[in-house]
């Protein structure tokens, strides 16, 4: 059975940082492309970052390029999200997702394109 867990949200005053972790179970990560999204109140949930099975390659949303890095550790089975220069704008609840592998070897950005989802974790940015 697959799961995704994520970890290290809260709360941050704007300008900090945070890191957010996604463990995998029941799937050999190396395998399958990883993304996060999020989903403010009252709005739909949104594509953030997204990585190659490898690693190799990364896709960013424009409202955090620049801020924010995806990166992966498959050894551990797990996929990070570093968050820096955090505004209130990125307050929001963070997904962890993960696509059934096709060995295209590349990342994806749209949500039906994901199998797998974590039940999210908090980030609230104060101002």
């Known amino acids: 059975q697959v799961q995704l867990a994520e970890s290290g949200g809260g709360l941050v005053q704007a300008g900090g940082s945070l890191r957010l972790s996604c463990a995998a179970s029941?799937?050999?990560?190396?395998?399958?492309?990883m993304g996060w999204f999020r989903q403010a109140p009252g709005k739909e949930r949104e594509f953030v970052a997204a990585?190659?099975?490898?690693?190799?390659?990364?896709y960013y949303a424009n409202s955090v390029k620049g801020r924010f890095t995806i990166s992966r550790d498959n050894a551990k089975n797990t996929v990070y999200l570093q968050m820096n220069i955090l505004k209130p704008e990125d307050t929001a609840v963070y997904y962890c997702a993960a696509r059934v592998p096709d060995y295209r070897g590349t990342y994806y950005y749209r949500e039906p394109e994901y199998n797998y989802w974590g039940q999210g974790t908090q980030i609230t940015v104060s101002s």
């Open positions: 029941g799937l050999t990560t190396s395998a399958y492309a």
């Open positions: 990585i190659s099975p490898s690693g190799a390659s990364t």
